[in-house]
């Protein structure tokens, strides 16, 4: 178990500093890292335009930031103990401030990729520190529960934020009359965000006291590598090259499985763990990270796969899809401020197990676009002067509502799992706690997007059975070749319409199968959850150094 006694606190503003200025930048802050999850969605055509990724590549655009930054996080919030959480908060975001300035500048898809990698260690630096900061800076009771609530609706607000802002820069082409590439903005406009907020962290926060004890190397080891790989091979399984039945998937997704029990074994004997297990075996904190990650691998389908519906079936350009997504984070912290205002007069597992419902019965609706397309209809979209393939889906009544509702059932499940997450964790542990429930998020969005995206494979791959024969013969009865490249894309002309003939049928397929992971968040909250509002009263605050548990 970890070490109950603790250094002297660095120097640093006293506790009493100003509250206001100390909850805008860790919620800026929060809002840059978790934004940066999504602002490539929209991006991903542009950047495989530029830089020549395919289909599989630009998949790893979005998971391999999932990957570092989940993989990472336990360690980031060890290091935030041992090191201090406001020194490592600051150096989280000079790394990610500098990542964004190389991705950027990226040449190559790899060059983007490895930037995108080291965006993820300097989240997971910055990001557990963050929320630990928060019980640094603000005292016990309301002031605090408010501050959760900030940065709770940050956490779901950045998602959607993420794809507005991603949209807008996407479509720019000039700044002050010289020429951009709009993509390229979309990393590089982090850089000046975390270098301002990494210069302010001394001057506002409260830096909190460390703990002397020594880091799990080996623990950090195999916990980030055992998620690696395991992330890897789920990935790899879904890919069409692949499968599940190739050596390399199956070698990754065991040396995955070997590596996280190793992890465990570790911490059960280590003196000084990276995650001391009764942090997960606590059944309240245990629940919540069990119902996270399956939210979170449920969420992450409402963001890849819509943010590329709306733009290649239904027609939008890059601003008009994230404008699409306004209503999104409007609803976030209309759920958000309810949660937090309700949280201290009604359970926990009724605010959050309706949250999760609610969310569950948007991606169902999701689940239900209706498109004609058939052969006949695809070629007709992509011929000269053809209206997009989803121009008759209707905004107000087939995504708007389930927008709305997916936001407010996420808003109401970001609150109180945050407030449960580091429930009466020991002081000296915030900032594993933390990182805890940050790994469940990153990590079950990584996991998410490789098990929807097999689901949308194999309802991908039926389609194309049926189509391809078709498709082909009316490309090439319209004078056209189907192996021919469409002019300023890598993909041929009957790539380019098989995409668009599958691509709601593999869309629809990934919806549902994320409203049935909702629904076990669902579930697991119902059933385990059992914090009542006086447990998460100021007399039983994790600020209180709380009894140190039997070892396990």
Same mark, same amino acid.
């Given at each position: 178990m970890t070490d109950s006694t603790t250094a002297a606190p660095t120097s640093g503003p006293a506790v009493g500093a100003h509250l206001g200025r100390a909850l805008v930048l860790i919620s800026v802050a929060q809002l840059m890292l978790v934004l940066d999850g999504t602002i490539t969605n929209i991006a991903l055509p542009h950047i495989a335009r530029d830089l020549g990724m395919g289909a599989a590549a630009l998949t790893w655009v979005v998971t391999i930031y999932a990957l570092a930054f989940g993989g990472l996080l336990l360690l980031g919030g060890r290091l935030g103990d041992l090191l201090g959480r406001r020194r490592t908060f600051t150096i989280g975001l000079v790394v990610f401030a500098a990542a964004s300035l190389l991705g950027g500048a990226a040449t190559e898809g790899w060059m983007l990729l490895a930037a995108r990698a080291l965006q993820g260690v300097g989240a997971a630096l910055a990001s557990p520190a963050a929320l630990a900061l928060i019980t640094t800076n603000f005292p016990a009771g309301?002031?605090?529960?408010?501050?959760?609530?900030v940065f709770a609706a940050m956490s779901g607000i950045g998602a959607a934020t993420g794809l507005l802002l991603g949209g807008f820069l996407t479509g720019l082409d000039s700044i002050f009359g010289m020429d951009v590439t709009g993509w390229r903005l979309t990393l590089w406009i982090n850089a000046p965000i975390g270098l301002v907020a990494a210069l302010l962290a001394p001057r506002w926060l409260a830096e909190a006291e460390r703990s002397p004890s020594r880091l799990d190397i080996p623990g950090a080891v195999t916990a980030t590598l055992g998620l690696f790989c395991l992330v890897f091979g789920l990935s790899r399984g879904g890919e069409a090259d692949h499968g599940w039945s190739d050596p390399a998937t199956v070698v990754t997704l065991v040396a995955g499985v070997v590596l996280?029990?190793?992890?465990?074994?570790?911490?059960?004997?280590?003196?000084?763990?990276?995650?001391?297990?009764?942090?997960? #075996?606590?059944?309240?904190?245990?629940?919540?990270?069990? $119902?996270? #990650?399956?939210?979170?691998?449920?969420?992450?389908?409402?963001?890849? !796969?819509?943010?590329? !519906?709306?733009?290649?079936?239904?027609?939008?350009?890059?601003?008009?899809?994230?404008?699409? @997504?306004?209503? @999104?984070?409007?609803?976030?912290?209309?759920?958000?401020?309810?949660?937090?205002? #309700?949280?201290?007069?009604i359970g926990?597992?009724?605010?959050?197990?309706?949250?999760?419902?609610? $969310?569950s019965l948007a991606l169902f609706g999701f689940s239900r676009y209706d498109v004609d397309d058939s052969p006949v209809a695809v070629l007709r979209s992509l011929a000269p002067g053809g209206e997009p393939l989803g121009a008759d889906v209707s905004y107000a009544t087939s995504i708007l509502p389930f927008l709305v509702m997916m936001g407010v059932g996420m808003g109401m499940t970001f609150v109180p799992m945050t407030l449960t997450a580091v429930h009466a964790v020991r002081r000296e542990d915030s900032g594993v706690g933390s990182g805890v429930l940050n790994t469940v998020q990153q990590v079950g969005g990584a996991l998410g997007l490789a098990i929807l995206g097999t689901i949308s494979l194999h309802a991908v791959n039926g389609r194309t059975e049926d189509v391809s024969g078709p498709l082909r013969d009316g490309l090439a009865a319209s004078g056209v070749d189907p192996d021919a490249s469409v002019p300023g894309g890598a993909m041929s002309y009957l790539d380019s319409a098989l995409y668009t003939a599958t691509y709601t049928e593999g869309a629809t397929n990934a919806f549902l199968g994320s409203a049935l992971l909702m629904l076990v968040a669902s579930l697991l909250i119902w059933t385990f959850l059992r914090v009542t509002p006086a447990e998460l009263a100021p007399a039983k605050d994790a600020a209180a150094p709380a009894p140190v548990a039997d070892p396990v």
């Amino acid at each position: 178990m970890t070490d109950s006694t603790t250094a002297a606190p660095t120097s640093g503003p006293a506790v009493g500093a100003h509250l206001g200025r100390a909850l805008v930048l860790i919620s800026v802050a929060q809002l840059m890292l978790v934004l940066d999850g999504t602002i490539t969605n929209i991006a991903l055509p542009h950047i495989a335009r530029d830089l020549g990724m395919g289909a599989a590549a630009l998949t790893w655009v979005v998971t391999i930031y999932a990957l570092a930054f989940g993989g990472l996080l336990l360690l980031g919030g060890r290091l935030g103990d041992l090191l201090g959480r406001r020194r490592t908060f600051t150096i989280g975001l000079v790394v990610f401030a500098a990542a964004s300035l190389l991705g950027g500048a990226a040449t190559e898809g790899w060059m983007l990729l490895a930037a995108r990698a080291l965006q993820g260690v300097g989240a997971a630096l910055a990001s557990p520190a963050a929320l630990a900061l928060i019980t640094t800076n603000f005292p016990a009771g309301p002031p605090r529960n408010k501050a959760m609530g900030v940065f709770a609706a940050m956490s779901g607000i950045g998602a959607a934020t993420g794809l507005l802002l991603g949209g807008f820069l996407t479509g720019l082409d000039s700044i002050f009359g010289m020429d951009v590439t709009g993509w390229r903005l979309t990393l590089w406009i982090n850089a000046p965000i975390g270098l301002v907020a990494a210069l302010l962290a001394p001057r506002w926060l409260a830096e909190a006291e460390r703990s002397p004890s020594r880091l799990d190397i080996p623990g950090a080891v195999t916990a980030t590598l055992g998620l690696f790989c395991l992330v890897f091979g789920l990935s790899r399984g879904g890919e069409a090259d692949h499968g599940w039945s190739d050596p390399a998937t199956v070698v990754t997704l065991v040396a995955g499985v070997v590596l996280l029990t190793a992890f465990v074994l570790i911490e059960r004997r280590v003196a000084n763990p990276l995650l001391p297990l009764r942090i997960v #075996l606590d059944r309240t904190r245990g629940t919540s990270f069990g $119902a996270m #990650l399956f939210a979170a691998a449920a969420m992450i389908s409402m963001f890849y !796969f819509n943010g590329q !519906f709306v733009q290649r079936i239904m027609g939008y350009e890059p601003l008009h899809a994230g404008v699409a @997504f306004l209503p @999104f984070s409007a609803s976030v912290m209309l759920g958000a401020g309810l949660s937090s205002a #309700l949280v201290s007069r009604i359970g926990v597992r009724v605010i959050t197990g309706t949250g999760t419902l609610v $969310a569950s019965l948007a991606l169902f609706g999701f689940s239900r676009y209706d498109v004609d397309d058939s052969p006949v209809a695809v070629l007709r979209s992509l011929a000269p002067g053809g209206e997009p393939l989803g121009a008759d889906v209707s905004y107000a009544t087939s995504i708007l509502p389930f927008l709305v509702m997916m936001g407010v059932g996420m808003g109401m499940t970001f609150v109180p799992m945050t407030l449960t997450a580091v429930h009466a964790v020991r002081r000296e542990d915030s900032g594993v706690g933390s990182g805890v429930l940050n790994t469940v998020q990153q990590v079950g969005g990584a996991l998410g997007l490789a098990i929807l995206g097999t689901i949308s494979l194999h309802a991908v791959n039926g389609r194309t059975e049926d189509v391809s024969g078709p498709l082909r013969d009316g490309l090439a009865a319209s004078g056209v070749d189907p192996d021919a490249s469409v002019p300023g894309g890598a993909m041929s002309y009957l790539d380019s319409a098989l995409y668009t003939a599958t691509y709601t049928e593999g869309a629809t397929n990934a919806f549902l199968g994320s409203a049935l992971l909702m629904l076990v968040a669902s579930l697991l909250i119902w059933t385990f959850l059992r914090v009542t509002p006086a447990e998460l009263a100021p007399a039983k605050d994790a600020a209180a150094p709380a009894p140190v548990a039997d070892p396990v």
